[in-house]
């Protein structure tokens, strides 16, 4: 079991990787546009789109592994069994690309997009490797080698890009598109050195490789769709935007919402490490340490939330078209504190004790309740406002029926906890909707203060226990 030095060490590498990430992207945004010409980078754009996908083409089958291995030290992972999932996993996505690009030559008349499909998936095999590597680091608790494969990656994708279109001038999609397929290599080449004990010819068996592999879809697949039905959550409701308004509304609603969902980076750092812990931790110590993680989270959380103030400011000088838009700033902020929560702590749970049917079951329950919500909101009422404030309180609603079922099974009280976090949240969200921003600041930074107040033995006590 990690003690408190450790774990500290093992986020920081996490968030260290995870937010490189993050300033890469932003880096990519910006000089990218500027250098394509628009047929470039919508080919460019159109490639991304279909790669975000790409990781749903296992059907399950990694996601199986990572529930049923996690908490596992490296070496008692079985070299013949893990090379067959990564051979056979490989074999698959290669047959799934000719298939697909085969379908796309057929089907797809427009040129460029066919192209973009056809480039994205012959890189599927390359994703799925990476991923599974990454699990695997993950789930053995080896986090700084996973942050290194990440690191990687992101910095030979910059290199590539700034390389091909500011020093060699050649601004193409298909040097862009070049420079993410040497990323991906070094990638996988790198994860093959880390991983390279679990790589042996032969591996196992034709049948024993089909039983593993249809024992991992069959657990993993629940929490695809799971993950699945996440995203579609608010998918519903920015569909809803972009039917019921025009394009501008849409992006100014999304870029409210990206900003809003920066505070995510910390807290998925976090849940990389945490999980294989709780896989490993003794079933008599998991609502204890529920308690202490909820305790800390939460502060960190409406702490975080008063980076608002200065963000606000910074995107009004910034982007002074998208000034207006940033009132929802105040509403979509609060969605880091509910989805922070379910990240890190009712997900993280609910796999390592193997509920992944319940988190399902969650998450179909809010996609059918946010597509009732936006049926009204933009439908009927056809409000933009109410269609902003219904984004916040599917997240929170979400967020109270999982840490329900948690307290059902970890036998804890936590309708007190639940109520402050509502209240919190409606302080931060009305003082910004009616004041300006020194008085908005003012009344919530107060309420914060006095949270802190009230709950600074318990902050304290995880706090102490953090340092061994």
Request: proline residues 2%; aromatic residues 16%; hydrophobic residues 55%.
């Amino acid at each position: 079991m990690l003690r408190g030095k450790g774990i500290i060490r093992n986020i920081s590498y996490s968030f260290s990787a995870n937010l490189l990430s993050l300033i890469v992207s932003a880096i990519m945004v910006m000089v990218v546009p500027k250098f394509l010409s628009v047929d470039d980078y919508g080919m460019w754009q159109l490639f991304l789109f279909y790669f975000s996908y790409l990781g749903f083409f296992h059907f399950g089958w990694e996601d199986g592994i990572y529930l049923r291995y996690a908490g596992k030290e490296f070496d008692e992972l079985s070299p013949k069994k893990f090379s067959g999932q990564f051979y056979a996993i490989v074999v698959l996505e290669v047959a799934l690309a000719a298939l697909i690009s085969s379908m796309g030559k057929l089907f797809i008349s427009d040129s460029q997009k066919q192209v973009a499909l056809i480039c994205a998936i012959w890189l599927a095999p390359l994703v799925m490797f990476n991923s599974l590597c990454n699990f695997i680091l993950q789930i053995t608790n080896q986090i700084k080698k996973y942050a290194k494969m990440v690191v990687l990656e992101r910095l030979m994708l910059l290199a590539g890009v700034l390389i091909f279109l500011m020093i060699l001038g050649l601004n193409h999609f298909y040097y862009m598109y070049a420079a993410q397929v040497c990323a991906m290599v070094a990638m996988a080449l790198c994860g093959f050195c880390f991983c390279r004990k679990l790589f042996v010819f032969p591996p196992d068996s034709l049948f024993l490789i089909w039983q593993e592999a249809k024992e991992n879809i069959s657990v993993g697949i629940k929490l695809m769709i799971a993950n699945i039905a996440s995203m579609l959550i608010i998918g519903i409701v920015r569909y809803g935007i972009s039917w019921g308004w025009d394009v501008a509304t849409f992006g100014r609603v999304s870029l409210t919402l990206g900003i809003s969902n920066f505070l995510m980076v910390f807290i998925n750092s976090i849940s990389v490490v945490f999980f294989p812990m709780i896989k490993r931790m003794d079933s008599s110590r998991q609502a204890g340490i529920y308690l202490d993680m909820r305790n800390i989270l939460t502060a960190i959380l409406f702490g975080g939330l008063l980076g608002y103030y200065p963000v606000r400011v910074l995107i009004s000088w910034w982007l002074p078209k998208y000034a207006d838009s940033l009132i929802y700033m105040s509403v979509l902020f609060p969605v880091c504190v509910f989805e922070g929560k379910m990240s890190l702590l009712v997900n993280t749970y609910l796999k390592s004790m193997r509920k992944e049917a319940t988190m399902l079951r969650i998450n179909i329950l809010s996609v059918i309740v946010s597509a009732i919500v936006t049926f009204f909101t933009v439908g009927i009422l056809h409000d933009l406002n109410i269609t902003v404030f219904s984004i916040v309180w599917l997240y929170a609603f979400r967020c109270f029926v999982a840490e329900y079922v948690i307290g059902q099974l970890l036998e804890l009280q936590l309708n007190k906890k639940i109520i402050v976090d509502f209240v919190m949240c409606a302080v931060f969200i009305l003082s910004g909707w009616l004041f300006d921003s020194t008085l908005c600041l003012l009344v919530y930074g107060a309420a914060y203060i006095i949270y802190l107040l009230a709950n600074q033995k318990n902050i304290i006590q995880v706090v102490k226990k953090l340092k061994y």
